[in-house]
C-alpha cells in the first residue's frame, strides 16, 4: 500500500492505493495500474476518485481529477465529528467515534489518510468486517456524507437548536 501526499492549489491530495492488474492476451499479459485517490481542502471537503492507466503517473493523475470533481462538503464538530456513526460500504464496515481536542487520529491507514485530507484531527475509528482498502474509504466517505448537523436536526424536529446542544 503506497501513501503519498502533496498539495497543489491548496487541496490535500493522498494516495491510498496503487494497484497492478494484468489482462491476459495471447502473446502474454498486459499489466495496467489503478489508483485510489482521495482529494480534500482541508477543512470539509472531501473527493474519491479511481484512476486507471497503462503508467502509475497518468492513472494517479486520472484518480486526481475525478476526485476533485467528487469533492462533497461534511458536517464537522470542530475538529472531529458531531456524533457516533456506522457505516458501510460492501463487506467493509466502519466505526467512527468523535474525539476530545488532542486526542489525534486513531484509524487504520486508508481511513486515516481520508480524515487528514478532510482536516478531521481527533478521532477514533475501528475497521469491522473487511480490510479491502477501497471498501473501507467508501463506507468512511458514506459515513461522513451523511453526517447532520446540530441545526439540520434541530430543524428536522421542529425543536430550539439550545435543545439539542443541551443532550
Same mark, same amino acid.
Given at each position: 500500500?503506497?501513501?503519498?501526499?502533496?498539495?497543489?492549489?491548496?487541496?490535500?491530495?493522498?494516495?491510498?492505493?496503487?494497484?497492478?492488474?494484468?489482462?491476459?492476451?495471447?502473446?502474454?499479459?498486459?499489466?495496467?495500474?489503478?489508483?485510489?485517490?482521495?482529494?480534500?481542502?482541508?477543512?470539509?471537503?472531501? @473527493?474519491?476518485? &479511481?484512476? +486507471?492507466?497503462? #503508467?502509475?503517473?497518468?492513472? /494517479?493523475?486520472? $484518480?486526481?481529477?475525478?476526485?476533485? !470533481?467528487?469533492?462533497?462538503?461534511?458536517?464537522?464538530?470542530?475538529?472531529?465529528?458531531?456524533?457516533?456513526?456506522?457505516?458501510?460500504?460492501?463487506? @467493509?464496515?466502519? &466505526?467512527? +467515534?468523535?474525539? #476530545?481536542?488532542?486526542?489525534? /487520529?486513531?484509524? $487504520?491507514?486508508?481511513?486515516?489518510? !481520508?480524515?487528514?485530507?478532510?482536516?478531521?484531527?481527533?478521532?477514533?475509528?475501528?475497521?469491522?468486517?473487511?480490510?479491502?482498502?477501497?471498501?473501507?474509504?467508501?463506507?468512511?466517505?458514506?459515513?461522513?456524507?451523511?453526517?447532520?448537523?446540530?441545526?439540520?436536526?434541530?430543524?428536522?424536529?421542529?425543536?430550539?437548536?439550545?435543545?439539542?446542544?443541551?443532550?
Amino acid at each position: 500500500m503506497a501513501e503519498n501526499n502533496s498539495e497543489k492549489n491548496g487541496l490535500i491530495e493522498k494516495v491510498i492505493r496503487v494497484n497492478r492488474v494484468a489482462k491476459v492476451v495471447k502473446g502474454g499479459r498486459r499489466f495496467s495500474f489503478s489508483a485510489l485517490v482521495v482529494v480534500g481542502d482541508g477543512h470539509g471537503k472531501v @473527493g474519491l476518485g &479511481l484512476g +486507471k492507466a497503462n #503508467e502509475v503517473v497518468e492513472a /494517479i493523475r486520472k $484518480a486526481v481529477e475525478q476526485a476533485s !470533481v467528487n469533492m462533497r462538503k461534511i458536517n464537522m464538530q470542530g475538529t472531529s465529528i458531531p456524533y457516533v456513526t456506522t457505516s458501510r460500504f460492501g463487506s @467493509g464496515k466502519v &466505526l467512527m +467515534k468523535p474525539a #476530545e481536542k488532542g486526542h489525534g /487520529i486513531i484509524a $487504520a491507514g486508508a481511513v486515516r489518510a !481520508v480524515m487528514e485530507a478532510v482536516g478531521i484531527m481527533d478521532i477514533s475509528v475501528k475497521c469491522l468486517g473487511s480490510r479491502n482498502a477501497n471498501n473501507l474509504v467508501r463506507s468512511t466517505l458514506n459515513g461522513l456524507y451523511n453526517l447532520r448537523s446540530n441545526e439540520w436536526t434541530a430543524k428536522a424536529r421542529g425543536k430550539d437548536i439550545n435543545y439539542i446542544n443541551e443532550q
